[in-house]
T-cell receptor, first 113, second 112 residues
Framework: DTEVTQTPKHLVMGMTNKKSLKCEQH?????MYWYKQKAKKPPELMFV???????INESVPSRFSPECPNSSLLNLHLHALQPEDSALYLC????????????FGPGTRLTVL | GQQVMQIPQYQHVQEGEDFTTYCNSS?????IQWYKQRPGGHPVFLIQLVKSGEVKKQKRLTFQFGEAKKNSSLHITATQTTDVGTYFCAGPAGGATNKLIFGTGTLLAVQP
């Protein structure tokens, strides 16, 4: 299995809702990432997990809360988001956290009303 | 902070024409990666270059890493409609090899 899966594909939520994005990989990768991508812009790194521990938090607002329950799963919990948080949220994984190619999932298209 | 710029921002070519995108980093990179993102899709890894002056080829695609390891290029020979998409270069941020900084991207449109 050489793919990263993400659910849901699309999500519409209000500013008072709580929702979660899920990401899964079964490639034995030990590094997992969350990126945010706005239209016509490059992906922006949000979080990096290495061996299930949070190693990088790019000063992301606390309304985004990552979680890595095990080496195959990565969640992003969302609470009290703002309309400007609407974007494509991409999960990626790599063999390790040191300069390896990253495999991206198809993303979750999030709309905050 | 570290910046990775790409030019052009957008390129429209006739099928069969060549295409080149250039990537420039404000700092020296230990390596450079290239990704392709089709419209409505997600980034897909193409290649990684590590050595100064390195040149790699993948069929019609030629990738080059500059001698100073601050710039890179991707050249596509005889474009096809399947080449449509945004091409991003990406390099590690400073000493943090697990943090990729993506370039601004070049959107390639190919007219049949």
């Amino acid at each position: 299995d050489t793919e990263v899966t993400q659910t849901p594909k699309h999500l519409v939520m209000g500013m008072t809702n709580k929702k979660s994005l899920k990401c899964e990989q079964h490639m034995g990768h030990r590094a997992m990432y969350w990126y945010k991508q706005k239209a016509k812009k490059p992906p922006e790194l949000m979080f990096v997990y290495s061996y299930e521990k949070l190693s990088i938090n790019e000063s992301v607002p606390s309304r985004f809360s990552p979680e890595c329950p095990n080496s195959s799963l990565l969640n992003l919990h969302l609470h009290a988001l703002q309309p400007e948080d609407s974007a494509l949220y991409l999960c990626a994984s790599s063999l390790s956290a040191t300069s390896h190619e990253q495999f991206f999932g198809p993303g979750t298209r999030l709309t905050v009303l | 902070g570290q910046q990775v710029m790409q030019i052009p921002q957008y390129q429209h070519v006739q099928e069969g024409e060549d295409f080149t995108t250039y990537c420039n980093s404000s700092t020296t990179l230990s390596n450079i990666q290239w990704y392709k993102q089709r419209p409505g899709g997600h980034p897909v890894f193409l290649i990684q270059l590590v050595k100064s002056g390195e040149v790699k080829k993948q069929k019609r695609l030629t990738f080059q890493f500059g001698e100073a390891k601050k710039n890179s290029s991707l050249h596509i020979t005889a474009t096809q409609t399947t080449d449509v998409g945004t091409y991003f270069c990406a390099g590690p941020a400073g000493g943090a090899t697990n943090k990729l900084i993506f370039g601004t991207g070049t959107l390639l449109a190919v007219q049949p």
